[in-house]
């Protein structure tokens, strides 16, 4: 049974930082790529970011770049991302997601265990 539990999300003005962790257990951590993606409210999900397993390689959408960083460490089993320079429109519920492949992208159906979401909300 894989289990993805996000956190670190919280309230924050804009300009601030804020560092999502998502704990990892049941599968071989070490094998898979991982991403984080996020809802808004009314808003469908959309893609944020993405690592693969061995975290050489990484890959945003276009509306993140130069301000957020995926990372993780295989040794913890926890994925990360560090949010900077945020800005109200980044509030969202920003949930983990493990692949099954050792490189996956910003499809959904990349992905087959996700986490119950952690929330974040940017004030202006």
């Known amino acids: 049974q894989v289990q993805l539990v996000e956190s670190g999300g919280g309230l924050v003005q804009a300009g601030g930082s804020l560092r999502l962790s998502c704990a990892a257990s049941?599968?071989?951590?070490?094998?898979?790529?991982m991403g984080w993606f996020r809802q808004g409210p009314g808003r469908e999900r959309e893609f944020v970011a993405a690592?693969?397993?061995?975290?050489?390689?990484?890959t945003y959408t276009n509306s993140v770049k130069g301000r957020f960083t995926i990372s993780r460490d295989n040794a913890k089993n926890t994925l990360y991302l560090q949010m900077n320079s945020l800005k109200p429109e980044d509030t969202a519920v920003y949930y983990c997601?493990?692949?099954?492949?050792?490189?996956?992208?910003?499809?959904?159906?990349?992905?087959?265990?996700w986490g119950r979401g952690t929330q974040v909300t940017v004030s202006s």
């Open positions: 049941g599968r071989a951590f070490r094998s898979t790529a």
């Open positions: 997601a493990v692949s099954p492949a050792i490189v996956a992208g910003g499809n959904s159906y990349e992905y087959d265990y």
């Open positions: 690592i693969t397993w061995s975290g050489g390689s990484t």
